[in-house]
């Protein structure tokens, strides 16, 4: 678990670092020891930790970077991307470390916190995503270096970080019931297939209200950005040297995204671009930007289609308690489903005799679902790849754990409403990224940060 600190004064840092035993020796310490008849050297102290920089009223140690930096490096050997020298690498890890801390204060100060049932359900989560039990993937990561309960709490701050981001910047996006209209017209007028886009990206970030000189200081680090990918240097090497966005470590790679869930912006920097080549430079508020386009393929939906897929859908749900833990939860929705099948118990009796959800007294009936009216994602999904009549086996949600039926299917017309509410999402979603880029550009320039000099 990383290492935290807590003052009031900042004039008690050293002598809490003295009792935490950052140091191994201690000139004071030193004074007390019996005089001898021979005078020896006097030997210098040897650094064993020290305060690399103070985020608000908290630290970060040399020994909590130099393990970051040392999963980074693996990290990137792993997927053959040749790691930058280690100064270039420890500035880089710095500045994500200051605003990786100043998220979680600001979030835990708003009274956010993630329980242990929340963790729980996102580590199964990402085990399941990976294919592999929850203990395969605990293996794994130990294998890897990494003690469990470290990983559990970085994806703790995770989470708690993402939750923040979401309130903060979702609270600055407007759309205009203008940009709508437009947005609609766009997906009407469109008769070919829509695309997504694999992007990877560079920032320069620029200054809230910079100076002449600092732009014209930020436009030559960019250019010199693309003097040495012309030279064939590697664009992911040089996103974790230079780039200032949240991807930066991760050598800029954004991902596949759909074409009208990008940045205006970055499509029309990208247009004329084939897989493997980068961009000139662009300009925003935010800053100088670089793309590579890495691929673009056509994806299943039509544009300007009116058609939607609905789903008539029942569900059983039960929820873990600390007396009924998920195994038993699991296990008990997988005896409900072979009686159901087996024609044993109609799943509509079922539902009304386990199931927790408001619906129960209905069957567990939930009517007919238009796509995104699921509350949560997994629940969509696993609907989604079920045939009529077919049960699903347990899902687990944020809510707990589902038996999921489809009764019935039909495609229908989207009314004016929903097809409103899609597109202010959309444009929501292309509006998102650079709006993070300001928030957190805001939230670093609000955070007190001392770079503390290493004693030599």
């Not at 990290?75 to 500045?95: D, F, H, S």
């Not at 600055?172 to 437009?182: A, G, M, P, T």
């Not at 609905?310 to 005896?335: F, G, M």
Request: proline fraction near 3%; glycine fraction near 4%.
């Amino acid at each position: 678990m990383r290492q935290f600190f807590f003052m009031k004064q900042r004039t008690l840092f050293s002598l809490i670092a003295v009792s935490a035993g950052l140091f191994a020796q201690s000139p004071a310490i030193a004074q007390l020891k019996p005089a001898t008849s021979v005078s020896a050297p006097v030997s210098k102290p040897k650094l064993v930790n020290s305060i690399v920089v103070v985020v608000n009223d908290e630290v970060i140690t040399r020994q909590e970077l130099n393990e970051q930096i040392s999963a980074l490096e693996k990290r990137l050997k792993a997927q053959g991307t040749q790691p930058p020298n280690r100064a270039e690498l420890e500035k880089q890890l710095v500045e994500r470390m200051i605003l990786d801390r100043a998220q979680i204060q600001l979030a835990k100060e708003n009274g956010m916190r993630v329980d242990d049932l929340t963790l729980d359900r996102t580590l199964v989560k990402m085990a399941e995503q990976n294919k592999m039990s929850l203990q395969d993937m605990r293996n794994q990561i130990e294998r890897e270096g990494t003690p469990y309960a470290k990983f559990r709490e970085e994806i703790r701050d995770e989470i708690m970080m993402q939750r923040i981001r979401d309130r903060e910047v979702e609270s600055k996006l407007f759309i205009s019931e203008s940009e709508v209209d437009n947005y609609l017209a766009q997906e009407t007028a469109g008769k070919a297939a829509k695309q997504e886009l694999n992007l990877a990206h560079i920032l320069v970030r620029l200054p809230e209200n910079a100076t002449a000189e600092q732009i014209a200081a930020k436009r030559a680090r960019a250019e010199e950005v693309v003097t040495k990918l012309q030279a064939g240097e590697d664009f992911g090497r040089l996103a974790i040297t230079y780039s200032d966005s949240a991807e930066a470590l991760k050598g800029g790679d954004i991902g596949w995204r759909e074409q009208d869930k990008i940045p205006q912006l970055f499509l029309d920097a990208v247009a004329k671009l084939q897989p493997g080549q980068a961009s000139a430079i662009i300009r925003s508020a935010n800053g100088f930007h670089i793309l590579k386009l890495n691929g673009k393929r056509t994806n299943d939906g039509k544009a300007g289609s009116d058609l939607v897929q609905q789903s008539r859908v029942r569900h059983i749900l039960i929820k873990p308690t600390q007396i009924v833990p998920d195994a038993e939860v699991r296990q008990k929705l997988a005896d409900l489903k072979k009686k159901i099948e087996a024609g044993q118990i109609s799943f509509e009796d079922a539902a009304k005799a386990n199931s927790v959800d408001s619906s129960a007294a209905k069957g567990g009936e939930l009517g007919w679902i238009f796509p995104g009216d699921a509350l949560v994602p997994e629940f969509e999904q696993a609907m989604n790849k079920l045939k009529v009549n077919e049960i699903s086996d347990p899902v687990q949600t944020q809510f707990g754990y589902h038996l999921i039926q489809v009764l019935e299917r039909k495609s229908d017309e989207q009314s004016k409403d929903r097809k409103r509410a899609a597109a202010r999402q959309a444009l929501r979603e292309r509006k998102f990224d650079e709006a993070l880029q300001e928030w957190l550009r805001e939230l670093r320039d609000k955070t007190y940060v001392e770079y503390r000099t290493e004693e030599k």
